[in-house]
């Protein structure tokens, strides 16, 4: 997984944002990835935090393990920085996030709650 076909990937997988995708490159002329992911990250954790549509759920974790497992650096990076260190800011989110989050997503919310200082 390449941190430049990062969204176009995410949104095969994800066809409800296809849309999204399309307005935020009409907006912004190409594709910011840490962008795209950061308007979505509050989404992700207000259903986290209500856990009501847990398939989804799971099938968002079983997409951040791939981006840990099979990603390049930058992605690694987008996932660390946009998406798990937001999780992070609430104990409540990341202890239900826990439940779902495969062992290399795991491993990379534990480094970026270490490098915060929230551990």
């Given at each position: 997984m390449e941190y430049k076909d990062l969204a176009i990937h995410f949104t095969d997988e994800f066809e409800e944002?296809?849309?999204?995708?399309q307005e935020h490159i009409e907006f912004y002329g190409e594709t910011l990835n840490h962008v795209f992911f950061g308007e979505y990250t509050n989404y992700f954790l207000?259903?986290?935090g209500k856990e009501k549509d847990i398939?989804?759920?799971?099938n968002l974790f079983d997409y951040l393990e791939l981006m840990a497992t099979s990603g390049d650096d930058d992605v690694k990076d987008l996932l660390s920085v946009t998406i798990l260190a937001q999780l992070g800011?609430?104990?409540?989110l990341l202890k239900n996030a826990y439940k779902y989050m495969g062992s290399q997503t795991r491993k990379a919310s534990n480094e970026i709650e270490m490098f915060w200082g929230r551990n």
């Open positions: 944002y296809k849309c999204d995708l207000e259903l986290i398939p989804k759920i799971k800011d609430s104990k409540m």
